[in-house]
């Protein structure tokens, strides 16, 4: 079996991984490429301060608190267009999928 590490490393998309305190605990090499952040300086980062534009920044904070008390939130498992941020501060549409993993 192929370690899921290895097919992250692999994948051209964006793969970006947060723990439940919204520290980066995954960062590939395509996210690296698109968000400007090396997985050095986004490793343990928060999620929040390194692509989330300012203007959404409370409503993903309170999204992922929602989620940590009830493990239910709007846009788990389905597909969703919003606005993401490069490193240079500018602001830029994607498309992104968010699916809860447990560490085991």
Request: proline share 6%.
């Amino acid at each position: 079996m192929v370690p899921l590490e290895t097919l992250f490393n692999r994948a051209l998309d964006a793969v970006v991984g947060m723990d439940e305190s919204g520290r980066v605990t995954a960062w590939n090499g395509s996210a690296e490429e698109i968000f400007g952040w090396s997985r050095e300086e986004a490793l343990g980062a928060s999620m929040g301060d390194l692509i989330v534009p300012p203007q959404y920044r409370e409503a993903h904070a309170r999204g992922l608190a929602h989620y940590n008390r009830t493990g239910e939130g709007p846009v788990l498992e389905q597909r969703i267009q919003i606005t993401a941020m490069h490193r240079d501060g500018h602001e830029f549409p994607v498309e992104l999928s968010i699916f809860p993993m447990r560490e085991e």
